[in-house]
């Protein structure tokens, strides 16, 4: 079993930044793709940003320019760092990986950190 686990979330003004994490552990496995979703209230789960395994990465165009999405593999981590934060910004962050152990491949969840971009 793998267990993803993000952090960093809080209350920021807006302009501020943040740096979320998400971290990965368990059995012996090897991350794949992390994406990084967020859902506000009322509104549908988005996808925001998406980095391979490789290190390719894509942006929602709602985050260009101001959020980044990285990886460290030997720590099993993945990061979004998020710069000129908007009140339209504010969501649950929830971390999303595939993970592979042996030849089985599995999507999983991390349980989400709350931003909060104050006006």
């Known amino acids: 079993q793998v267990q993803l686990v993000e952090s960093g979330g809080g209350l920021v003004q807006a302009g501020g930044s943040l740096r979320l994490s998400c971290a990965a552990s368990?059995?012996?496995?090897?991350?794949?793709?992390v994406n990084w979703y967020r859902q506000a209230p009322g509104k549908q789960r988005e996808l925001v940003a998406t980095?391979?395994?490789?290190?390719?990465?894509n942006y929602a165009d709602s985050v260009k320019g101001r959020f980044t999405i990285s990886r460290d593999n030997a720590k099993n981590t993945a990061y979004l760092q998020m710069s000129s934060l908007k009140p339209e910004d504010t969501a649950v962050y929830l971390c999303?990986?595939?993970?592979?152990?042996?030849?089985?491949?599995?999507?999983?969840w991390g349980q989400g950190t709350q931003v909060t971009v104050s006006s």
């Open positions: 999303n990986a595939v993970v592979r152990t042996g030849s089985d491949y599995r999507a999983y």
């Open positions: 368990g059995t012996p496995f090897s991350l794949n793709a």
């Open positions: 980095i391979s395994s490789g290190g390719s990465t």
